[in-house]
């Protein structure tokens, strides 16, 4: 009883060291150096892309999903943003720092498969239909925000300059503004304006004839 007893208290022990170690830690990462060292890097494929070095694209890619201070800044955001306290379907939070610490350590991308999505339904602005939303679990959640840090920069600088939804430092104001200038010309402003809304647009798609027509594109590009 008494080794069994003692044994127990020794694993409790160092759990409790480990997890004030984990927290020390996290609690020292600069994380202004942080994000100049990933701005670094996303700098870096920015111009990589502009002058179609797809190799060095590649190279800096891996250096980034594999960098400390990207794994860092992706679990800061995940675990700072509205969907901090709501978890996927194992239930796992990271809510204390040891936590966030340990998670940094463990993001990989060897063997890893993202889990199934947990399905909740909100309710609508009309509140009388809900809409289904699927919530990732915390660790999908960091693998994702960290690989957005390394597609972000190809997409910014390869993306249509004219468009302003879903991108990253525009908004409704700057389309507004964009609009209101192209609108004020004299003679070459155009006569009209074309507004649609495709409803239910995602709800809706085919998922089979996409999955055909990504495999017969994968197709056309290896021969």
């Not at 997890?19 to 830690?25: G, P, R």
């Not at 709501?86 to 940094?104: E, R, Y």
Request: hydrophobic letters at 30%.
């Amino acid at each position: 009883m008494n080794d069994n007893n003692s044994t127990a208290e020794a694993k409790t022990s160092e759990r409790l060291s480990n997890n004030k170690q984990l927290e020390f830690q996290w609690k020292s990462i600069d994380w202004k150096k942080a994000e100049n060292e990933v701005n670094r890097l996303q700098t870096r494929i920015v111009k990589a892309t502009q002058r179609k070095r797809w190799n060095d694209v590649k190279r800096l890619q891996y250096l980034l999903t594999h960098s400390f201070y990207a794994k860092a800044i992706a679990v800061k955001r995940v675990t700072t943003n509205k969907g901090k306290r709501t978890a996927g379907v194992d239930g796992i939070l990271w809510n204390t720092p040891s936590q966030k610490m340990n998670a940094i350590n463990s993001l990989t991308d060897k063997g890893y498969k993202a889990s199934p999505l947990r399905r909740v339904y909100i309710a609508k602005k009309d509140k009388k239909k809900k809409r289904p939303l699927g919530i990732p679990t915390m660790y999908d959640r960091a693998m994702q925000a960290l690989y957005a840090l390394a597609l972000d920069p190809i997409s910014e600088a390869t993306a249509d300059t004219k468009s302003f939804g879903f991108r990253k430092g525009r908004c409704a104001q700057d389309a507004c503004e964009f609009i209101f200038t192209a609108l004020s010309r004299k003679d070459i402003s155009p006569n009209w304006i074309l507004e649609g809304d495709i409803k239910g647009c995602f709800d809706h798609i085919s998922h089979k004839r996409s999955r055909t027509l990504r495999r017969k594109n994968r197709g056309y590009k290896h021969q």
